[in-house]
């Protein structure tokens, strides 16, 4: 246990303070936990700081100073970066450690990080959430873990300070796999709303009236209820940006490719994303953007005036 341990509670480590982070690490701090912070912008750091939470200068630095450490940066290489670079938490890391990789990223690489780290007897959990900026801000999240049941059980408290469905998958990698899964229905559902949306803007519905009616149905997703009211109103800033959008749909089409698993939907998907990231600062709009596709090609627009 860490020297700067409250109690019994371990010193966690919060790597990547960004649209899901910086919620997540606040919940964090409100469980009680004594929360050590590196973000590359060190500036998006200051409001945690002002919670209470200990700066620190590169993941090396934190790493030396917590027991578990969450890592929670966009891509593959990023989180190579953090943990394997220079000055990455491999450099600082205590034996008996637990690092958690929250991101999404592919089961490949999660092995392969926790195959170096294992060589400094320390334990990797693959643990992508899902719940979007919502469920990180109410720590609401449903998280799907890979990796040893006993370090699972050990992290547990942890997990449930940020998410409220936590599910132990397997072995390492395995809660990467699901999260993969997971982002395919999510597109294909969000596709789905996007298209019976257009096809009631074009028919004169009332666009309010209809959610309120779908609502409580069979076609009712997690797409339906946060996402179509921002799509009415014209609302794209995002809460998850097309850029990771294509970064999972790439991961989901790469892992199919390889158990040879036709990915329909899936490629359709991926494919009008483009058409959106083609507009001047397409790939940042929230992924809900996929409207804008849709619009294209039923020349019309789905708004509430
Ligand atoms: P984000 O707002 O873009 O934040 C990304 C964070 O990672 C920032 O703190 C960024 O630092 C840091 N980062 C990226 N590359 C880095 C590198 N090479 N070295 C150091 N730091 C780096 O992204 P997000 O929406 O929070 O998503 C984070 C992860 O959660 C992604 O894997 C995403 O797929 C997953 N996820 C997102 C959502 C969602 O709804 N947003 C939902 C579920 C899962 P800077 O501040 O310096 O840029």
């Known amino acids: 246990m860490n020297s700067q341990s409250v109690n019994t509670q371990p010193a966690v480590g919060?790597?990547?303070?960004?649209?899901?982070?910086?919620?997540?690490?606040?919940?964090?701090?409100?469980?009680?936990?004594?929360?050590?912070?590196?973000?590359?912008?060190?500036s998006k750091a200051d409001e945690l700081v002002a919670l209470g939470a200990v700066p620190h200068a590169s993941p090396a630095a934190l790493a030396s100073k917590s027991d578990v450490i969450i890592v929670m940066v966009s891509d593959s290489g990023d989180v190579e970066q953090v943990v394997l670079g220079p000055s990455g938490v491999i450099e600082g890391v205590q034996r008996g450690a637990v690092?958690?990789?929250?991101?999404t990223i592919s089961p490949s690489t999660v092995r392969n990080v926790a195959a170096k780290l294992?060589?400094?007897?320390?334990?990797?959990?693959?643990?992508?959430v899902s719940g979007g900026e919502e469920g990180a801000?109410?720590?609401?999240?449903?998280?799907?873990?890979?990796?040893?049941?006993g370090i699972f059980d050990r992290c547990l408290p942890i997990l449930r300070a940020v998410g409220t469905n936590v599910v132990h998958m397997g072995e390492v990698g395995m809660g990467e796999m699901a999260k993969l899964c997971n982002q395919i229905m999510a597109s294909l559902n969000l596709l789905a709303m996007c298209e019976g949306l257009t096809l009631a803007a074009k028919a004169g519905l009332d666009l309010e009236k209809l959610l309120e009616a779908l609502q409580g149905g069979a076609a009712r997703s997690w797409a339906l209820v946060n996402q179509a009211p921002k799509v009415l109103k014209g609302d794209f800033r995002p809460?998850?940006?097309?850029?990771?959008?294509?970064?999972?749909?790439?991961?989901?089409?790469?892992?199919?490719?390889?158990?040879?698993?036709?990915?329909?939907?899936?490629s359709l998907v991926h494919e009008l994303y483009k058409a959106v990231e083609a507009e001047p600062g397409g790939e940042l709009f929230g992924n809900h953007a996929l409207i804008r596709a849709i619009e294209k090609l039923a020349g019309c627009e789905v708004r509430v005036p």
Do not use: W
């Open 239 to 266: 809460g998850f940006t097309i850029k990771l959008q294509q970064k999972d749909l790439r991961l989901a089409l790469g892992a199919a490719e390889e158990l040879h698993v036709p990915l329909l939907g899936c």
């Open 118 to 128: 294992a060589q400094k007897d320390v334990e990797v959990l693959d643990a992508p």
């Open 99 to 103: 690092v958690i990789i929250t991101s």
């Open 137 to 149: 801000k109410n720590a609401t999240l449903s998280i799907m873990v890979g990796g040893k049941r």
């Open 14 to 42: 919060f790597i990547g303070l960004g649209i899901m982070g910086k919620p997540m690490a606040k919940n964090l701090i409100k469980a009680g936990y004594h929360l050590n912070v590196y973000n590359r912008t060190a």
